[in-house]
């Protein structure tokens, strides 16, 4: 059993020597236990190479083209390194030539990350039907071809998923035509909720506060009645660990956001009771 018998601290205030009972000695940078201890998303693997994250760029309506990149040239080269960059500044990447197949999005998923299963499987399979696989039938929005706002989804995890994966296996197409034509008007927007966010904070410092400090229930039945997933985060969730950071890297931004959760269908309800008062 090994204990620690002194702990030094240097002339400049920058190291701490610690010498243990079997008589080893360590130097550690305090910078770097202070880094770790305030952020701990991104804060490097004790033992290993030291990683450096780019800085988050935040977009609106001049980001005229997201990055896109080729899924053959990616797969054949196995080379995800621009890509991930995309992912990590931008938040947002295209990938064309994917092959149009049943388990593709896990499979390039696994790839760059870890897969995280729900209830509803290893994929969501958005159609305009229930979906039925399993011998289960699971009803959501999204099994109808009614459009949806814009929304962030899985708000009732914590935490939500970082990214998602969609493509587009079978569906309508305009062909040499541009979105939405005669025989097709299936659009996808996307919008940076981060920048929104901060925007808002800007605009209408009073709002953004509400937003960050009430808590609202969020919750979802796996789409059968047999689920139960439910939790209570405000719509703009703040990472208080950090002094700065968040969006997947320590940013430049202030305040620290840690996550957004905005959806009609998923519950963003508050409870309020009120207090009766004897006059």
Request: glycine share 10%; net charge negative.
């Amino acid at each position: 059993h090994v204990t620690i018998e002194s702990i030094n601290i240097n002339q400049n205030k920058t190291t701490l020597n610690v010498i243990f009972s079997d008589a080893y000695t360590c130097n550690y940078e305090i910078a770097t236990i202070t880094h770790e201890l305030k952020f701990q998303r991104t804060a490097d693997i004790q033992a290993g190479l030291r990683l450096e994250f780019p800085a988050p760029h935040l977009w609106g309506k001049e980001l005229l083209a997201p990055p896109t990149f080729d899924f053959q040239v990616m797969a054949g080269e196995g080379d995800y390194g621009h890509f991930m960059n995309s992912l990590l500044t931008v938040g947002l990447a295209f990938v064309d030539n994917v092959p149009a197949r049943d388990g593709i999005c896990p499979e390039f998923g696994a790839n760059i990350s870890t897969n995280r299963d729900t209830e509803w499987g290893k994929t969501f399979n958005v159609r305009a039907a229930a979906d039925s696989q399993g011998g289960v039938v699971k009803h959501d929005l999204a099994y109808t071809n009614a459009g949806i706002g814009l929304h962030t989804d899985n708000c009732y995890r914590d935490p939500m998923p970082e990214y998602q994966i969609l493509t587009q296996i079978e569906g309508c197409d305009c062909g040499d035509d541009a979105l939405p034509c005669e025989t097709c008007a299936t659009e996808n927007y996307f919008v940076d909720g981060f920048k929104v966010a901060l925007d808002l904070k800007n605009e209408d410092p009073e709002a953004f506060k509400l937003l960050t400090e009430i808590d609202v229930r969020w919750e979802n039945n796996g789409g059968d009645g047999q689920g139960f997933v439910v939790t209570s985060k405000p719509h703009i969730e703040l990472d208080s660990r950090m002094e700065e950071g968040g969006l997947g890297a320590p940013c430049v931004h202030e305040p620290c956001i840690a996550g957004l959760r905005f959806s009609s269908k998923s519950g963003g309800y508050v409870l309020i009771f009120l207090k009766i008062l004897e006059v």
